[in-house]
């Protein structure tokens, strides 16, 4: 005895795609390497730049002492990435300022500049 046995094929799943990448990483004032965390590495960051030296960056983060992205809005932020202090330039000033952030220790800063550590867009 032979039992006839019918295959039921099951349906293929379709793949979904996947959320476009938001298009780089998100900028805080005085996160010099755009890792997410503001750290004695973004200061030392922003001295190798002074000092004319290579620094490391995550992906798509904006070069120091570039112009920041065209989706960061304007108004009360620097002119180019890594100038904490916004006196539109990227100077040794600006690595002290964020180690003085890391440390809680009183820093002065040009008004009406974004605060170390809050968002660029």
Known sequence: NCTAVTLTPSPTP???????????????????DCDGNIEATDALAGLRHVAGLGVNQQPGCPAL????????????????FGDVDCDDDVDAVDGLKVLQFIAALP???????????????
């Open 14 to 32: 379709t793949p979904t795609a996947s959320p476009p990448p938001t298009g780089g990483p998100k900028l805080a004032q005085g996160d010099n």
């Open 107 to 121: 820093f002065s800063q040009n008004e009406p500049c974004t605060d170390i550590g809050q968002a660029l867009e």
């Open 65 to 80: 002492g570039g112009a920041l992205p065209a989706a960061v809005p304007a108004g009360d932020l620097p002119d180019i």
